[in-house]
């Protein structure tokens, strides 16, 4: 058994390569977070299009598994209400936001160990 604070995936698709993804738990929602860390090597043009406009990023990776850091931000579920969750990951801790609609909002926490 291997124990992380993070995964590392590399998404190459059936059809082709997905880029780099990291992902994380988060115990404010009960669920993984991910954060795409590289473009794919052809990427299509809806996703050129939406990286350009910020509607699906890319994110900073410091490529550290047990301390990460990742930025921007990441925000999820913006479209459902009750369920925002905004943080940030800093040396290995979720430093959630206050606009987090949560029980861990605006406070910062370690990243818990996942089983890989």
């Known amino acids: 058994m291997i124990v992380a604070k993070l995964m590392h995936s590399i998404e190459a698709g059936t059809e ?3 880029g780099d ?3 994380f738990w988060c115990p404010g929602c009960a669920g993984y977070h991910r954060a ?3 473009m794919p090597d052809r990427p299509t043009d809806q996703e050129i299009a939406d990286q350009q406009a910020n509607r699906q990023g890319l994110w900073t990776w410091n490529g550290n598994e047990s301390s990460p850091t990742i930025r ?3 925000l999820l579920g913006i479209e459902q209400s009750g369920k925002r969750c905004h943080s940030f990951v ?3 801790r979720i430093e959630y936001c206050t606009d987090s609609q949560h029980a861990l ?3 910062t926490i370690d ?3 996942i089983e890989l």
């Open 21 to 23: 993804y990291v992902w």
């Open 72 to 74: 921007a931000s990441i």
């Open 111 to 113: 990243l818990p160990e």
């Open 90 to 92: 800093t040396d290995g």
């Open 36 to 38: 795409r860390v590289r």
């Open 105 to 107: 909002s605006g406070q």
């Open 16 to 18: 082709r390569d997905l």
